[in-house]
């Protein structure tokens, strides 16, 4: 009898071993990558919260907030969508788009030890995890639109060097000054900034190609208030 009890568990133990092999082979976590084998400590270390603040914030939520069919916003979001991630990312290398610049060698090993090691939500090695980013509230002042629209969705071609650096949003006083009345104090109804990013606008901004997502509603308002109130910086 003992002796059935020993065989019986014995089968049990391999069945479950077999299965969580292949089932391990088939995942797209796969741990026997060649390429972050090396990477044994980076492994450990890597939580989610350093994956979004240095990949995702910068490099992906432009394009994957909460109107994208791929909302990348939240740690259970990106955990459901990690295998495409890994393909597109890692594999393909098609994201993130233009007009971003494609991952560093540094970022592009950051996330592929991070998901090679199961995406954990918190570092592995138990050690400390970054506090989550602290999110400032939009408000209607430059430096807050600025930081909450601007750095995301403009800069990145309204700046030297860039594709539309004629075309200045660096500060209050190039828009107001801008030959293309940009900002109209007092007037946002007549103020090109507004009229550039309403749903029905002639060439929106950021432009429809990219997939960098459109203003919000209620970001809009935010901009229209500050105009209103004499767009000062
Ligand atoms: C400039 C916009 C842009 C940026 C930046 C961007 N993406 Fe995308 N992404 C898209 C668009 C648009 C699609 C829709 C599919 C397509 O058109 O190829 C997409 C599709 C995807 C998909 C789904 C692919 C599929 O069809 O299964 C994943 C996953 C993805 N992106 C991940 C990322 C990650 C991770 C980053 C950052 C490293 C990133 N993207 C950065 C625009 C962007
Ligand atoms: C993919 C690049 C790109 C992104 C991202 C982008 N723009 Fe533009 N934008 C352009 C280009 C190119 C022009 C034309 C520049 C020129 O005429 O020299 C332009 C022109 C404009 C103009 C002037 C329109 C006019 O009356 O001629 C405004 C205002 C503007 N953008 C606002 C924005 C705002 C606000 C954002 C972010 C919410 C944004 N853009 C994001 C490329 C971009």
Redo the contacts with the bound molecule.
Sequence with gaps: MTKFIFILAFNLVAILLANSCSSRNASPLNFSDSRTQGNQEIQERTSYQIINQQ??IP??L???GSSST?N?ETYPAVYG?IA??KQ??LALR???????TP?TTKEYNLLSAWIASGAPEKPLDGGDDLPAPTIEPLTPTFSSIKKNIFQNKCLICHSAGKEAERVSLNSAEDLINSPLDLVVPGNPDDSGLILSVLPNARKIMPPKK???EFLKPEEIEVVKQWIENGAKD
């Excluded at 098609?94 to 971003?100: A, D, E, G, R, V």
């Design positions: 990949i995702l490099k992906c432009s394009c994957h791929v990348l969508h495409r991630i597109e990312t098609k994201m993130p788009k233009l007009p971003y991952l990219t997939g960098i």
